[in-house]
């Protein structure tokens, strides 16, 4: 069975040590603006794509709020974590460009309230200022593929639905790519087609319901005393209408053109 | 004897937060951490994670922890010990609901897991020490409830990752724009739901490929890490012999070969002696009336003569259009 050792409680031993920084960081930047051991206790730090010697790269005070930037070897601004003047929290949330959680750090006893004293202002740090420990650093590397920007800037990640509409047909497959072993290895293939939609231009009524939907004239049906009969447009839509001599040879009926339509009319001669 | 990381924690409130230990005895966990899936909707300056309760069936302890984030609130962790094991036993748990089965609480993946494409909710680790002042405190079956503000993990201890990782892709199509009679014909009859989202696929993982079909270029720009595809007429596999169905098993409707149930050129009077519309007029001339029967879609015409100097012989060639 182990036997106790005693000691201080966590947050209380951080107090008087540098910690969560490393103990070679010195915690005053070169305007002479200190961070005293003790404001933060711990931190957990794990943005994505952070490199080697993360630190807190600047500190922003407004009136309102403070804002507190950490960068890395690469990026000066990796992400950043902004926090209230007014209502002291214990916790500082990082978050980085795309509002992915970047970390945490972790304050007490209102110890935050020190910045309440620092006048309004950008607080730039160097790394050998504020460096955390490497214990707090959690490697994320940005392998694979960790979201989708769009043109306007928004982000997704996590469960990504890709839904084809207005023409874009979207569907799945499985094929099988040979492999350098000979073997061959299932990959999912997402098939794009640009097939358009038929009736695109009814979506683009607004509002939507000011559309009605068209009865179309598909046949015409004659009725004569000799019966009735129906006529189908012809490949290109058309009918036409005509008199012919059949029924009698020489037939008085007359059917021309308009600009607009047919006039039709008896030949013969006018009472007037 | 000897010290070390969890012999320290033995004697202190870590790894909860000092101040919220109740009346755990602090040598019961020495070390646990906690990461949160990309499902997670858990925000490290808004949510905590704390230990609900501790219950013992017979000679196992059940710990459980849960989140109190929305997402995460009904997916507990359960940590599972022997009233005999020894000191520093660690044990990786993932999230999901819990019930009893017999006197053992089991933890299981249902379709709160399915839906986040099988992957836990968040999952952890705990390691236990000492339990024999727990024990103490349970000396049969029963359970210690705790208020969420007390035994609160601390929060350097929860990794977030929500939203930092595609977990999966799913790929679905919109409906396609159907054809819609007015309310005086008969409505088209279709064989299944329309107007909603078409699944396809989901919870697409590991390698994705994208592949051209018709009238798409797929082109990579390196300078922006970006994939674009275009519309391209021809591109791709080129033009489609037939339409492109939106899922599998989509048909025409009844009188229709097209799948949005449209009519085919030749279906439709377009024009008339060549003459197209939307408006086309019948004029009268002399000779003829022309007379029409909206309710009853119907243009009389109507070789009457009328106008005209007649014969005695007159020859009906009067007909209903």
């Not at chain 2, 646990?32 to 219950?55: K, P, R």
């Not at chain 2, 086309?280 to 029409?292: A, D, E, L, R």
Request: proline fraction near 5%.
């Amino acid at each position: 069975m182990a036997e106790e050792f005693f000691n201080s409680e966590w947050r209380k031993q951080n107090e008087t040590i540098k910690y969560p920084f490393s103990s070679k960081s010195s915690l005053v930047n070169d305007a002479g603006m200190t961070i005293f051991e003790g404001v933060f206790v711990d931190a957990s730090l794990y943005a994505i794509g952070g490199k080697d010697g993360t630190y807190i790269s600047r500190i922003e005070v407004s009136f309102q709020t403070v804002t507190i930037w950490i960068g890395d070897s690469e990026e000066k601004f990796r992400a950043s974590g902004t926090f209230s003047l007014v209502s002291m929290p214990e916790e500082v949330a990082l978050l980085d460009a795309f509002d992915r959680p970047a970390g945490v750090l972790v304050s007490a006893d209102a110890r935050l309230n020190i910045f309440q004293s620092w006048a309004v202002g950008a607080y730039d740090f160097k790394s050998s200022q504020t460096e955390f420990a490497a214990t707090v650093c959690i490697p994320t590397p940005e392998v694979g593929v960790r979201g989708f920007i769009l043109e306007d800037g928004s982000f997704f990640a996590a469960d990504v639905w890709l839904i084809g509409e207005d023409g874009v047909v979207l569907t799945t497959d499985v094929v099988m790519v040979p492999q350098r072993s000979g073997e061959s290895k299932p990959y999912n293939v997402i098939r794009v087609d640009i097939v358009g939609d038929p009736l695109f231009r009814r979506r683009l009524c607004v509002p939507v319901d000011l559309f009605e939907s068209p009865n179309f004239i598909k046949q015409i049906r004659v009725i004569h005393t000799g019966g009735e009969f129906f006529c189908s447009p012809d490949e290109f839509g058309n009918i036409n209408l005509s008199t012919s001599n059949q029924g009698t040879p020489n037939n008085p009926l007359r059917i021309r053109n308009t600009g607009n339509g047919v006039v039709i009319e008896m030949a013969g001669k006018s009472q007037i | 004897m000897y010290y070390g990381w969890f012999n320290e924690n033995t004697n202190r409130a870590y790894p909860f937060v000092k101040g919220t230990t109740a009346n755990l005895p602090k040598e019961a966990i020495v070390d646990c951490g906690f990461v949160v899936g990309v499902l997670g909707d858990y925000e490290a300056d808004v949510h905590d994670v704390h230990l609900e309760s501790i219950t013992r069936t017979g000679s196992n302890l059940f710990f459980q922890f849960i989140a109190n984030s929305s997402t995460l609130f009904n997916r507990p962790i359960l940590f599972t010990r022997a009233i005999t094991d020894e000191d520093y036993v660690t044990e990786y748990i993932d999230s999901g609901p819990i019930t009893l089965i017999g006197d053992t609480l089991t933890q299981t993946f249902t379709q709160i897991e399915e839906a986040a494409c099988g992957e836990a909710a968040w999952y952890g680790f705990l390691t236990t020490g000492r339990l024999a002042s727990l024990l103490t405190l349970l000396p049969g079956n029963g359970t210690l409830n705790f208020e969420p503000d007390e035994l609160i993990v601390e929060p350097a201890l929860v990794q977030n990752l929500t939203n930092s990782l595609i977990s999966s892709l799913n790929v679905a199509n919109s409906d396609r724009l159907r054809v819609t009679t007015s309310d005086d014909c008969t409505q088209i009859e279709w064989p299944f739901e329309t107007g909603g989202i078409f699944v396809d696929a989901r919870c697409l993982e590991g390698s994705v490929a994208f592949r051209p079909g018709f009238n798409v270029e797929i082109s990579i720009d390196t300078t922006n890490n970006a994939l674009l595809f275009s519309a391209v007429p021809g591109g791709g596999e080129g033009q489609p012999c037939t339409q492109v169905p939106i899922f599998e098993g989509e048909e025409p409707p009844e009188d229709s070969l097209f799948l949005e149930g449209g009519v085919a050129c030749n279906e439709v009077l377009r024009s008339i002696n060549g003459q197209g519309g939307p408006r086309f007029s019948f004029f009268p001339g002399t000779g003829v009336t022309i007379i029409s029967v909206p309710e009853s879609n119907t243009v009389v015409v109507d070789a009457d003569l009328s106008g005209l100097v007649v014969c005695d012989t007159i020859t009906d060639i009067t007909e209903t259009v």
